[in-house]
């Protein structure tokens, strides 16, 4: 396992301390190590656990039933591609399909460099924009239709690399 | 208590308030078939195979979870209760592997037994699977969730008896398994490998990692010298995979079949227990007079030594450092036995037969091969067994004429080695020898009382040669944890502690014979626990030797090879350490 840095655990003790007196803590917890993390790292599971007086399979449990908290660090840009009825229909498989080959991640994976994560979402409620996706919170009407969408993909995978060889 | 009074298929039933339809009804002798409910570890109501039709009820209710009122009028076999019964089943039976014929609780599964009851004739809803895991990492506990039926027994009693919980339900919906964390395997969590799970589940979802085929092979391996040992527990369970009654000793038949299936030699591990009194209570002795680390703790629960180096790692200097008795008796065949037959001991291939499954990686554990060999080879638990013997064609173990124990050097045991297998029995074992050692005359009362019962935590004040000491049993670890609090805040009064893995000890380990949840809900009840144990103090009470100091064969082995307890020789052979384990190896 991946050893946690420092401030991260900081940030997760201190998310316990917080809620660790109050009525149905451990979701409280939970949400808030999503938040700040952007994932459930296997230490703050420990934490909550310890705190909670429960199991860390109980918390595990927890974890696995709500669809909203991972247990994979999300990558630096996060991919949202809409998967209800209408975009399905206006073609957001092909969409996926070029998301994977730009980014290497796969469906609801991160990848391998840590750069994106490639998550399939129900509908958005964008259907007159079909197919939908958001990058970074961004939202991308329509698509399939021009560059727009993946010239943003590819201007990120740019920028990346040039932070990454200055640094 | 409050009277409450009501009616089951017609007939008047006094109940208590508070009881459920289904506490009213086992009181009264009405069978009420259930799944997922286990008595006094967990009531979920989550399998409605309980449903009973209750006047004036819309729907059909679970017994084990609707508590009794007033007038109430319940009628457990009506055409709608069996028909509602039957779907449920049908339904559980639609998402689960139904390969009954290969199966591990084949002709002893819950499921299959309810199936039967119910009449189910074919597959009424075939359909979608859910994604199954297999999973055989550890050397205990074999989990296989296409059998898994989610009753969450396992849960509850890893939770609740043990107070650990590394099993949890994951996932959600259809997709729901259970196991530990990351759908990992045992080893990667901090299991004791006591195997309670696995006498709780009704089905083959979780079973012993079976060693059978090695045992096999090493009998008729030619070149092979095969010891079989078998621990005090087995004779008071074993009986029971042959459709005896709890409780009956079968010891003179488990030889007798045991010596068919072609050991070369049959011996009791009793032998080894006498041998773990000698170098623990020898141990105590030290540490009383030399100021160690007292209390001490005994060792011969390998899952109580998994569970310190978990969870309490900081008491691991209370740990007796004596191997526990099969490994001990191990050691001995392949040194003191082999020299005198004057065999090689690699040619010597030993297999406990065990009522414990965290005897299984115990065998395995590096920081017991102190010797040349491992001291044991093969681990089989008393089903396995059961299996074993049925497989090599005796069907009816109550046929078969008594047989001994082989008796050449390592044959003789006490009735102090007997007692080892119910909680307590270590205790009483221990005192008995260093009481007599102590005070250099025979033992006025053999008999401790105090050390006897089913209770979870029993402690007593023993008076040895004058000088009055605290000593404290427990067995289950929900029942150990105040003692181990109280000896990390350095407040405990003890200077011997026995700590059982399993509730009630070996007797009611993870390896015996699985009594049902049918059983334990009857008129059996929990007494399945005492008369086991009962079997047990019935052939020490008889035994001519029952202090291990006496052990004639024991007093020559100290003589011509070991010297005494706590030599050199002994030290390498017979004692252990232990080390802090990481609870959780989790690879994201």
């Not at chain 2, 059998?147 to 509850?156: A, H, M, Q, Y």
């Not at chain 2, 045992?215 to 369970?237: G, H, L, Y």
Request: hydrophobic share 35%; net charge neutral; with cysteine.
């Amino acid at each position: 396992m991946e050893k946690l840095n420092g401030s991260a655990l900081a940030t997760i003790d201190a998310i316990v301390a917080r809620h660790r007196n109050q009525a149905g803590p451990c979701i409280e917890m939970l949400h808030e190590v999503q938040n700040e993390l952007g994932y459930i790292p296997f230490e703050a599971m420990e934490k909550i656990a310890e705190a909670t007086n429960s199991s860390v399979a109980e918390v595990y449990g927890v974890v696995m039933f709500y669809a909203q908290f991972t247990t994979e660090p999300k990558g630096r840009h996060v991919i949202n591609v809409c998967l209800g009825t209408a975009c399905y229909v206006k073609g957001a498989q092909q969409l996926i399909d070029r998301v994977q080959k730009l980014t290497g991640a796969q469906v609801n994976k991160t990848s391998a460099d840590g750069l994106f994560s490639l998550d399939a979402t129900r509908c958005l409620g964008a259907c007159g924009l079909a197919p939908v996706c958001i990058i970074d919170g961004k939202v991308y009407g329509n698509a399939l239709l021009g560059t727009n969408f993946t010239d943003e993909i590819r201007r990120i995978i740019k920028e990346e690399r040039t932070t990454e060889s200055a640094s | 208590m409050a009277e409450v009074h009501i009616k089951i298929n017609n007939q008047f039933i006094t109940a208590e308030q508070g009881d459920t339809i289904l506490d009213a009804a086992n009181r009264s002798g009405i069978q009420i078939p259930t799944l997922c409910y286990l008595k006094n570890v967990i009531r979920t109501g989550a399998c409605r195979v309980c449903l009973v039709e209750v006047k004036g009820a819309r729907a059909l209710l679970s017994a084990c979870t609707t508590p009794v009122s007033e007038g109430m009028e319940v009628w457990t076999n009506s055409e709608r209760a069996i028909r509602g019964r039957k779907t449920t089943v049908e339904l559980i039976m639609s998402n689960h592997n139904k390969n009954c014929l290969s199966c591990k609780r084949n002709t002893n599964c819950e499921l299959q037994r309810l199936c039967a009851e119910l009449g189910i004739r074919q597959n009424r809803f075939e359909g979608e699977h859910t994604q199954p895991t297999y999973e055989d990492a550890s050397w205990g506990i074999v989990r296989d969730t296409s059998k898994c039926v989610l009753c969450e027994r396992c849960i509850g009693t890893c939770a609740n008896v043990q107070g650990i919980g590394i099993l949890g339900l994951q996932n959600r919906g259809f997709k729901t398994i259970c196991g530990p964390v990351y759908n990992g395997s045992f080893d990667d969590v901090n299991c004791m490998q006591c195997g309670q799970c696995v006498i709780a589940c009704p089905v083959g979802a979780l079973t012993e990692k079976e060693e059978i085929h090695s045992v096999i092979t090493a009998i008729n391996d030619p070149d092979k010298i095969v010891i079989c040992q078998t621990a005090p527990a087995v004779r008071a369970s074993l009986g029971e995979e042959f459709g005896l009654p709890i409780g009956t000793l079968v010891t003179g038949k488990m030889v007798a079949a045991l010596k068919r299936c072609g050991f070369d030699r049959v011996y009791d591990t009793n032998f080894g227990a006498d041998l773990t009194i000698m170098e623990e209570g020898s141990e105590l002795l030290r540490r009383i007079q030399n100021g160690g680390t007292l209390p001490m703790f005994t060792s011969c629960s390998p899952g109580w030594v998994r569970y310190v180096e978990y969870q309490y790692p900081e008491l691991l200097s209370h740990l007796s450092s004596a191997k526990s008795p099969h490994m001990m008796f191990g050691a001995i065949c392949k040194t003191y036995w082999a020299q005198k037959h004057n065999v090689d001991p690699s040619k010597i291939f030993v297999v406990s037969i065990m009522p414990c499954i965290a005897k299984k990686s115990e065998a395995r554990r590096p920081e017991c091969e102190t010797g040349d060999y491992p001291d044991v080879d093969a681990v089989l638990t008393t089903r396995e067994a059961g299996r074993l013997i049925k497989m090599y064609g005796i069907d009816e173990l109550d046929a078969l004429e008594d047989e001994n124990f082989d008796m050449d050097f390592l044959g003789e045991y006490t009735g102090a080695g007997v007692i080892f297998g119910a909680t307590g029995g270590v205790m009483e074992a221990a005192l008995r020898t260093v009481k007599q050692k102590l005070e250099n005359k025979p033992l006025e009362r053999v008999d401790f009382m105090e050390c006897r019962g089913m209770a979870g935590v029993k402690e007593a004040q023993i008076d040895l040669n004058g000088e009055k000491i605290w000593i404290a049993i427990a067995s289950s670890m929900t029942c150990a944890k105040p003692l181990l609090e109280d000896v990390r805040a350095g407040i405990s009064k003890y200077v011997f502690i026995e700590i059982m893995g399993c509730p009630g000890g070996c007797i009611n380990g993870g390896g015996q014979s699985i009594v049902s949840a049918r059983k334990k809900h009857g008129t059996i009840g929990y007494t399945y626990k005492d008369r086991r144990m009962k079997a047990l103090y019935d052939e020490d009470r008889f035994k001519e030797k029952r202090v291990s100091m006496d052990n004639v064969q024991l007093q020559k082995l100290y003589e011509d090879f070991l010297g005494e307890p706590g030599s050199e020789i002994a030290e390498k052979l017979l004692h252990t350490t232990y080390s802090p384990k990481k609870k959780f190896k989790i690879v994201q």
